[in-house]
T-cell receptor, first 112, second 111 residues
Framework: DAEITQSPRHKITETGRQVTLACHQT?????MFWYRQDLGHGLRLIHY???????NKGEVSDGYSVSRSNTEDLPLTLESAASSQTSVYFC???????????FGQGTRLTVV | GQQVMQIPQYQHVQEGEDFTTYCNSS?????IQWYKQRPGGHPVFLIQ?????EVKKQKRLTFQFGEAKKNSSLHITATQTTDVGTYFC???????????FGQGTTLQVKP
């Protein structure tokens, strides 16, 4: 079955380190999204992509970067992890604009 | 920029009572999507509303899109413990393709 997977599921890292969270989907969806979820803030959009070589900043993109070298993957990199980036991160994909988004299981990141 | 406000943030109900969550925007929404996230889980798509004044039903769930396309609601009739979770609305922009979520309403159901 087609799916969207995130790895790792849990990660503890130290302040200042570079961290990359993986997101892989097998649906061949064009659109991919990264969100962070924090209590009281819901899901906030970090970056999104409409296709290969396309990336766009979301609402809370500072300190994060993404790259889209193929259709299946949109890795999220924290250039220099900060405690404020402790959160649950969700990756999602959708086939096109205005269609259902499918979410991964999430990655719980703790920055100490 | 796009902003979607959702109220209430939390709701505790007795099993069998009804529940409603509201989603409001200061700008006209292109489309509105609703998602449910179970505790410890990930958001799962419920429905998309596109037309002004649209009403859709899924068993005990009723979704409405306002006439001006600036608000939407999700109503659950006779809640059950399986309805526990956080319900999110999301603005699906037809121009940018961005999916912007409201803060969510967390529903607790007491048996």
């Amino acid at each position: 079955d087609a799916e969207i997977t995130q790895s790792p599921r849990h990660k503890i890292t130290e302040t200042g380190r570079q961290v990359t969270l993986a997101c892989h989907q097998t649906w061949n969806h064009n659109n991919m999204f990264w969100y962070r979820q924090d209590l009281g803030h819901g899901l906030r959009l970090i970056h999104y992509s409409y296709g290969v070589q396309d990336t766009n900043k979301g609402e809370v993109s500072d300190g994060y970067s993404v790259s889209r070298s193929n259709t299946e993957d949109l890795p999220l990199t924290l250039e220099s992890a900060a405690s404020s980036q402790t959160s649950v991160y969700f990756c999602a994909s959708s086939p096109s604009m205005n269609t259902e988004a499918f979410f991964g299981q999430g990655t719980r990141l703790t920055v100490v | 920029g796009q902003q979607v406000m959702q109220i209430p943030q939390y709701q505790h109900v007795q099993e069998g009572e009804d529940f409603t969550t509201y989603c409001n925007s200061s700008t006209t929404l292109s489309n509105i999507q609703w998602y449910k996230q179970r505790p410890g889980g990930h958001p799962v798509f419920l429905i998309q509303l596109v037309k002004s004044g649209e009403v859709k039903k899924q068993k005990r769930l009723t979704f409405q899109f306002g006439e001006a396309k600036k608000n939407s609601s999700l109503h659950i009739t006779a809640t059950q413990t399986t309805d526990v979770g956080t319900y999110f609305c999301a603005d699906s922009s037809s121009n940018t393709g961005k999916l912007i979520f409201g803060q969510g309403t967390t529903l607790q159901v007491k048996p």
